[in-house]
């Protein structure tokens, strides 16, 4: 059965530095999610993607935030500076547009000390 | 915009028995309710879901409401086991693009 993959599953970073957490959405998926999990808290929305463009964005996703589409498969979100507070699980999804489904990978632990 | 309730935020009930989780939503352009089951150190997995257009959905233990005029949703599951056990989240989405909105979680302990 096909799945979201991500990587890396635990990312530890230093306050200030760039991260790029990596995703492999369903082949035939046309939409790109990233969302965020604070520990213990519920899953927020952060950006979507479609056609090689952001679609929507929330208040969470300010500048220091990017995403990309490099190539055919991959989906990456970079933090330009991370804060300590950037630490959270980050989860890619994605859905073909022809139905509601999201299916979400694994998740990226990020860890900024 | 879309503001979801969930609600307990912890249930235990023993094995065996039922479980009931309820949501609330606001946006009445809300179209479809999917359930997500996060177990721990995973991502969140659909176990079923409804739209708009359907009062009740039902998957072998599992069964979801939806009271559009109220905005009430719930999630049932019967004859619990332990493999139950994990965090289950509600959502809503108006279109088929959009964002989910989650609820805040209820973590579901399956008593021996």
């Known amino acids: 059965e096909p799945e979201v993959t991500q990587t890396p599953s635990h990312q530890v970073t230093q306050m200030g530095q760039e991260v790029i957490l990596r995703c492999v959405p369903i082949?035939?998926?046309?939409?790109f999610y990233w969302y965020r999990q604070i520990l213990g808290q519920k899953v927020e929305f952060l950006v979507s993607?479609?056609?090689?463009?952001?679609?929507?964005k929330s208040e969470i996703f300010d500048d220091q935030f990017s995403v990309e589409r490099p190539d055919g498969s991959n989906f990456t979100l970079k933090i330009r500076s991370t804060k300590l507070e950037d630490s959270a699980m980050y989860f890619c999804?994605?859905?073909?547009?022809?139905?509601?489904?999201?299916?979400f990978g694994p998740g990226t632990r990020l860890t900024v000390t | 915009g879309e503001n979801v309730e969930q609600h307990p935020s912890t249930l235990s009930v023993q094995e065996g028995d039922s479980a009931v989780i309820k949501c609330t939503y606001s946006?009445?352009?809300?179209?479809?309710f999917p359930w997500y089951k996060q177990e721990l150190g995973k991502g969140p997995q659909l176990i079923i879901d409804i739209r708009s257009n359907v009062g009740e959905k039902k998957d072998q233990r599992i069964a979801v409401t939806l009271n559009k005029t109220a905005k009430h949703f719930s999630l049932h599951i019967t004859e619990t086991q332990p493999e139950d056990s994990a965090v289950y989240f509600c959502a809503a989405i108006g279109n088929r693009d959009d964002k989910i909105i989650f609820g805040k979680g209820t973590r579901l302990h399956i008593l021996p």
């Open positions: 946006d009445s352009a809300s179209n479809y």
């Open positions: 082949s035939n998926h046309l939409y």
């Open positions: 999804a994605s859905v073909t547009g022809l139905t509601y489904e999201q299916y």
């Open positions: 993607f479609y056609n090689n463009e952001i679609s929507e």
